[in-house]
T-cell receptor, first 114, second 115 residues
Framework: GENVEQHPSTLSVQEGDSAVIKCTYS??????FPWYKQELGKRPQLIID?????GEKKDQRIAVTLNKTAKHFSLHITETQPEDSAVYFC?????????????FGAGTRLFVKA | ETGVTQSPTHLIKTRGQQVTLRCSSQ?????VSWYQQALGQGPQFIFQ???????GRGNFPPRFSGLQFPNYSSELNVNALELDDSALYLC??????????????FGSGTRLTVV
């Protein structure tokens, strides 16, 4: 079945450094790739997304890249801040408009040390 | 109320019992997906409802069932509860089909404990 693998499971960086989280997906029909941030005890919140016809997207300190051929996509956070500490989930969606089935990775716990 | 709301927030049930969880979708959204999130893990897709019909299902047994109502709210029903069903159940809404994919808006979840 469909699968999304996410690495690393835990990531610790110094404030101001960059953080990179990588994901791979198995379903070649996937066409939409969102990223969610979940703070402790809170709901997941969409932070950025990318569609299959785009290779890169940036929003301030956050950027995502997509390699459809290799079925890889990554999240890049620059100039990390303590408030970036949270669990980050990648996801892959397939279907007519990407909403049919969204499969999540297992998550990356990011610690940003002040 | 424009966000996704779930009820109840916490629930304790006994093994073998049945449970119903409820979700009101965000205003303007017509699609609801349900996820099970065990502690320290990613959300696992249970199923999605669109136009009051199941629109995709993950690897969950038939004792997990659902409904969507004309106002796009939804219920998740779990029969014959097992200890492993203890988890956070998340409801997420979005709009389909739209002009492209849209991310989910999640509710705060229902924490189910089966004893």
């Amino acid at each position: 079945g469909e699968n999304v693998e996410q690495h690393p499971s835990t990531l610790s960086v110094q404030e101001g450094d960059s953080a990179v989280i990588k994901c791979t997906y198995s379903d070649s029909a996937s066409n939409y790739f969102p990223w969610y941030k979940q703070e402790l005890g809170k709901r997941p919140q969409l932070i950025i997304d990318i569609r299959s016809n785009v290779g890169e997207k940036k929003d301030q300190r956050i950027a995502v890249t997509l390699n459809k051929t290799a079925k890889h996509f990554s999240l890049h956070i620059t100039e990390t801040q303590p408030e970036d500490s949270a669990v980050y989930f990648c996801a892959a969606s397939s279907g007519l408009t990407g909403g049919f089935k969204t499969i999540f990775g297992a998550g990356t716990r990011l610690f940003v040390k002040a | 109320e424009t966000g996704v709301t779930q009820s109840p927030t916490h629930l304790i049930k006994t093994r073998g019992q049945q449970v119903t969880l409820r979700c009101s979708s965000q205003s303007g959204h017509n699609t609801v997906s349900w996820y099970q999130q065990a502690l320290g893990q990613g959300p696992q897709f249970i199923f999605q409802y669109y136009r009051e019909e199941e629109n995709g299902r993950g690897n969950f047994p038939p004792r997990f069932s659902g409904l969507q109502f004309p106002n796009y709210s939804s219920e998740l029903n779990v029969n014959a509860l097992e200890l492993d069903d203890s988890a956070l159940y998340l409801c997420a809404s979005t709009f389909l089909p739209g002009q492209g994919a849209h991310g989910y808006t999640f509710g705060s979840g229902t924490r189910l404990t089966v004893v």
